[in-house]
């Protein structure tokens, strides 16, 4: 049995549905079908999620919503137009929106209402629209699914107890249709995941039927061994292990967040991303474990915005609890990190630019002076991280030779190099002008010099 | 102005006083003059201070101190007898003894005392010798020197006033011969440094009356850039930096004490280590600042006996704090670590192996087990650190490449790379049964190829 999630652009309009249908058709294992809500048909379109929040926001600035609701309905209205189903969806979009703002909830309740229409009335469509082509499909409601989650409007987290019950959804005759993005609480009361949360809730329906594959449908034949911006027609990954997923994803890889997947990976599903538009294509499949291990690298990736703070103090390491001090003083500030390089005498703490405004700088940098009396205490900015990720690197003797070798090429300087505690990725610091050079230098040494 | 400063080894017998006389003969500005007790003659033989602590320890436990004493007398005997000097000390000693065992001091201070009597006596019969030969010297005793130390018997630290007092030694007619290792409380009570401290009375002195150099006699011509018994007939260092000095020293460099150095550092006086048995060789400089780089590393040094403790937990980069509250358990439990390696969801804290005993060991990982809830925890031990350090090596592009390469051609895994905070220094973790191999293949690559 398999799970199958469509996103937003394989959804977008009448065209990608007739797609969707088709690879539902093509395989009589795809018997769970979750889907997003419309995305964009073109760059200058705006995704129907979108367009409900603009509908929320007009309710709460006690504004018309006649306009914002309009555009919801044509997007839909041009879907089952050229589908030719009938529009008893637009009706029932209409009354729900009037339920939802005359119910008795909060407003983040029922911005969360508003928000779920768009993943709710496609899965009706697209359930319709399979009945009209003879399948045997239904429309399953996430609470009949058994979608239990913790009652946090946006940001809802599941529960234990949803996955026996989700697990009854093998036994459904037809192919059940189910909107992504949310669930119900104990309360019966309507709640969604964060933003994009149709992953979330393919990977949780997966994890809970316990799907043979979860099918995640997107818009690119397979993920990349490196960014397609940086590099052209750079090699596909046909395999790829959950580590190095979520290596990949921390710097840069946006095919989605590591953490929709958690789900699946507890229970050890083999995830396959594919392409609506080029169904055939293979796609990258993501495992818990890789039989073979031929190729030390599979993936490089990059992301700028990081700032480096610098301490250094002679015989820093003699004083106990000094770097324990230091990371204290960033916590008590709401300031988390993410690596802490060290010397004997100096110590780097490496943190995203977004956590650390210039405000937060100056008091950062003076409690550090007061608390720690270094003898240097300095804040760099504009750094970038590279990372390059293989499970079986670490068996490979002179990864690291080839990679430095590669910096050296493209004559970028290595500000900071990490390695050693995870087996599955080296990291390097770099000034960010570098990024480009670098990581073009490296794919030519790892993908292309074989 | 110089100080210099003799080692154990440097006035071990009186042939080496012989040689020290002439070197101070040799040199007008060498003006003050800071001496060790008696070392080695010979690889069976005991260092004065050993027979001392003897003494002290028979005292300690009740037994005869006749013997122990006589081997004492014996060491200072054989001196005189070979240089004709009265025998003066011998009785001196003696007297010393007794009223040290008789004083109402505390037993570590009466230790303290006692260990004294080496440089104490070396120091009297050294400037009667060069009186002997004509030259206008003598005893100055740490008292009258201004040495004032904190009361801290075996590790005793220099408090500030006493540089203003050191500072008259300048006006000194005589060249002054004072013993290290050993000062006064502010009430005169004699107390020691730590072990090795002629080294911390040389620097202090040369701090106090502000020396155009420092210069410490020891037994080998220079410092080697890598450990002779590692490479044979390393090349020499001619000029090395504070810093640069001080993490050489950090890994296995043992020609002395990087904290010896500080008061030495602080007034940034330059050190010239030289050897007592070939004076004309230049010796190696330690210098503030140096003029010209043209050479990214200056040199490599080693340590075994680290270990490495693995910590794993899906998503940790998302929990504030948790880098934090694992250096908190350590701290807690009194373990200091060294560096603390990370990736996306897994830290590795670099320890040093007798900071972590298999009894902590146990009590860390079940602290770590319970408070953090990881989703591995680990230990491995049998790591060593290889260092290669050089202020240039930061503005030259590729010594990351060439080093990583030197790991690959001696097929040595690297388990951990840690650079970026120090830019005078790289860090790689291997285990220890490649560590001479890597060693080796460093220096070819640096040493040998240019």
């Keep these: 049995m398999k799970v199958a999630k469509f996103g937003g652009s394989s959804v977008a309009n009448a065209e990608q549905l007739k797609k969707v249908a088709n690879i539902i058709q093509a395989d009589d294992d795809r018997r769970i079908i979750v889907v ?50 009938s529009k008893v969806v637009l009706a029932d979009i209409q009354s729900q929106v ?22 709710d009335s496609l899965a009706k469509i697209l359930s319709e629209y399979l009945q009209s082509l003879g399948i045997h499909a239904r429309y399953v409601n996430p609470k009949e699914a058994g979608l239990i989650l913790s009652d946090q409007p946006g940001s809802a987290q599941i529960l234990d107890e949803s996955f ?34 149709s992953d979330i809730t393919g990977s949780i329906v997966a994890a809970g039927v316990k799907a043979d594959l979860y099918e995640n449908f997107t818009d690119v034949d397979s993920v990349y061994c490196v960014n397609p911006q940086i590099v052209n027609n750079p090699k596909e990954i046909t395999s790829l292990t959950y580590k190095e997923m979520r290596e990949l994803s921390y710097a840069g890889f946006s095919v989605f967040h590591a953490e929709a997947l958690i789900p699946a990976f507890k229970e050890k599903i083999p995830v396959c991303i594919k392409n609506t538009n080029n169904p055939t294509a293979k796609g990258t499949m993501i495992v818990s474990e890789k039989k073979d291990v031929n190729q030390a690298v599979v993936g490089i990736a990059s992301d700028a915005g990081f700032v480096s703070l610098y301490v250094s103090k002679y015989l820093m390491n003699r004083e106990i609890g000094f770097g324990r001090r230091l990371l204290n003083i960033l916590e008590d500030e709401g300031i988390s990190f993410e690596h802490t390089p060290s010397g004997i005498d100096d110590l780097s703490v490496i943190i995203r630019a977004n956590q650390l405004t210039e405000e937060k700088e100056a008091i950062v940098i003076n409690r550090i002076n007061k608390e720690l009396k270094p003898d240097t205490v300095y804040i760099d900015r504009g750094l970038a991280l590279i990372m390059i990720v293989g499970e079986g690197m670490h068996s490979f003797v002179g990864t690291a030779a080839k990679a430095t070798k590669a910096f050296e090429e493209a004559h970028v300087n290595l500000e900071m190099i990490n390695q050693g505690s995870s087996e599955v990725s080296m990291m390097f610091g770099i000034k960010e002008e570098g990024v480009n050079r670098a990581v073009q230098s490296l794919y030519k040494v790892f993908f292309e010099n074989n």
């Design 98 to 119: 009037e339920k939802i703002f005359n119910d008795g909830n909060d407003l983040a309740s029922k911005l969360d209402a508003i928000k779920a229409i768009g993943e």
């Design 164 to 197: 026996e019950l989700i697990h009854r959804l093998r036994d459904s005759e037809d192919i059940a249709v189910i909107p992504g993005f949310f669930g119900y609480t104990k309360e019966g009361k309507l709640v969604t995941f964060s933003r994009g949360g």
């Design 36 to 85: 997003s809500a419309p995305g964009k048909r073109n760059s200058d379109d705006m995704k129907v999620t979108d367009l409900l929040i603009e509908l929320g926001e007009a309710y709460r600035l006690g504004q018309s919503h006649e306009a914002p609701l309009q555009n919801v309905l044509d997007r839909f209205d041009a879907i089952l137009e050229e589908l030719q189903l």
